[in-house]
């Protein structure tokens, strides 16, 4: 979905508020001369004698007017109104005829009249008609809301492209007649609207609605044999059968940073540390918490993230839970991430020996750099960060995956240990896998490879790049013997990597030199990136 929520519902007229009696658009065509595959008013436009537009505009409007008053309200039109109305939902008209005949028509209706719309559009307004997206801009304006807040409906494609062009959530209302490509979504009737209606309205804090979740649920595709039991209404638990798996391999971890592609980065955030341990990714479990006011089109958003990066990385999503709760002021994401592993090519820390090479791959706070593009993207552009820069940074977001090296690295027979770089940034991880492989560590501060873009962000937020949160950056142990072969299938899969240090003796810290001094190495209570929020 292009947009998730909406404030307000624009409706074509005839043909989708009303049927339109005998509006038959070919006759009037005939009586001004006006060729069938032309529209009337572009045929109007076409006329240079004044005299004769003028005598085709009266026609027009005596046809219109005519039409109008043998108009009758569509099935469903007054109860979805009402339902709209009783939702805090504005409402409008946008029609290519005169105000005068929609005035006319709605006194056919028995329940709604002029007085339950916000705005009428109509060609009386100094804008260029359908399939123009002008009326729905000024439509927009006059609510006092974005174009992308409205849903515009109508039954007809000038309808559609208006409101695509606008930027606006379109929907087509198929009565059999004709068809229109590109809309948003499509209805057969006007009940219909209303149950797609409710996908963009906010929701009260409770459970997610079992029949919105129903509906998600049934056309997902479960491909994973191993997967017994699928995520349904009513299952409360997944089954997966391991029978033949050596080592298990468990992750949980939330989401709580961002908004923005939040199922992403809770998908590869939990995949990270599992390819660290040598495991493939196979069965993913989630926890999802929005605040009240989230609609079910937002939530939705979030699920199909996660669906689609499970795909991208042969991971099954097979079950969770979803709840709107004010407990939480923004989506958490939690995850729980099952992979597995052979024995006998488990990843585990406590392999390092002194002598191995200490290689990091990219660059630091990949994760950090697109979290601040994506979220603070209006700072930076007030800070001068020119639009290529953060648009650059904004793409690190397909980068903050692990899964590749950790691979390549777990086939290299001199690989020691492997760790996710995370919250608290290169700082804190490279401390963490001190602390977990028993020793300690000498680090090159300028061996460590920071991205131009990061490192003149974090300067002008005043944060420290070595103390933000990197997912995205894989530290790798390795045995110095094997480590050319390691940098060369690395840099052969696309992969930067970079010799940053060595472990020395058994123990737990990180020895820092700068050019050959020794330097204090940092260490951050808390991430960075919470200075921002």
């Known amino acids: 979905m292009k947009n998730s929520r909406i404030k307000a519902v624009l409706f074509d007229f005839d043909g989708t508020l009303t049927h339109p009696g005998a509006l038959d658009f070919s006759r009037i065509k005939r009586v001004v001369g006006c060729p069938q595959e032309t529209p009337v008013l572009e045929f109007i436009e076409s006329v240079a004698d004044a005299a004769e537009q003028a005598r085709i505009h009266r026609e027009l409007e005596a046809f219109e007017m005519a039409a109008a008053a043998d108009s009758t309200a569509n099935i469903g039109a007054e109860d979805l109104l009402r339902y709209l109305r009783s939702k805090g939902l504005k409402l409008g008209i946008i029609t290519r005829n005169r105000v005068q005949s929609v005035t006319r028509a709605l006194e056919n209706f028995e329940s709604i009249s002029e007085a339950d719309f916000d705005i009428i559009i109509s060609r009386d307004d100094p804008v260029s008609p359908k399939p123009s997206p002008e009326g729905i801009r000024l439509a927009a304006r006059r609510l006092a809301i974005e174009p992308s807040e409205m849903l515009v409906v109508g039954d007809f ?34 009940a219909a609207l209303q149950d797609l209606i409710r996908l963009y309205l906010p929701l009260p804090a409770g459970k997610f609605p079992n029949d919105l979740l129903k509906r998600y649920l049934d056309a997902f595709e479960f491909a994973d044999p191993s997967v017994i039991i699928h995520p349904g209404i009513g299952e409360d638990t997944a089954a997966v059968d391991v029978q033949e798996e050596e080592v298990l391999i468990l992750k949980s971890d939330p989401i709580t940073f961002v908004t923005d592609a939040i199922g992403h980065y809770a998908v590869m955030i939990n995949a990270n540390d599992l390819a660290t341990a040598g495991a493939v990714p196979r069965w993913f479990l989630t926890t999802l918490l929005f605040p ?23 991971i099954t999503l097979c079950g969770g839970h979803t709840e709107i709760t004010d407990a939480v002021t923004r989506p958490v994401v939690s995850g729980t991430l099952a992979g597995t592993v052979p024995r006998s090519k488990l990843v585990d820390k406590r392999n390092m020996r002194s002598g191995d090479r200490v290689l990091l791959t990219k660059g630091v706070a990949v994760e950090g750099t697109t979290i601040i593009a994506r979220e603070f993207e209006d700072r ?21 995956g692990v899964i590749d090296e950790a691979r390549i690295a777990a086939e290299n027979p001199g690989t020691s240990a492997m760790h996710d770089v995370t919250e608290g940034g290169l ?107």
Do not use: Y
């Open 157 to 190: 494609a000038f309808d559609v492209e208006a409101g695509n062009r606008a930027g606006a959530t379109t929907v087509f209302l198929d009565t059999g007649a004709i068809t229109a490509e590109d809309s948003d979504h499509t209805v057969s009737s006007l």
């Open 292 to 314: 009240p006011g989230f609609t079910p089109a937002e939530i939705f958003t979030v699920l199909r993230d996660l669906e689609t990066v499970c795909r991208r990385w042969g």
């Open 380 to 400: 930076l552009t007030e800070l001068g960060i020119p639009e290529s820069e953060i648009a650059w940074c904004r793409g690190l977001l397909d980068r903050i």
């Open 427 to 533: 700082a804190t991880a490279l401390a963490e896998l001190s602390e977990a492989g028993g020793h300690r560590i000498r680090v090159r501060m300028e061996s460590i490879p920071v991205f131009p873009q990061t490192a003149a962000l974090c300067r002008l937020l005043e944060i420290q790049p070595l103390g933000l949160i990197g997912s995205g950056s894989l530290l790798i142990c390795c045995r110095e013997p094997d480590v050319k072969d390691l940098i060369r299938n690395l840099f052969e899969a696309g992969i930067e990597v970079t010799v940053i240090g060595e472990v020395l003796s058994k123990g737990a810290g990180i020895e820092a030199l700068q050019e050959g001094i020794e330097v204090e190495w940092p260490r951050f209570e808390v991430d960075e990136l919470t200075r921002l929020f």
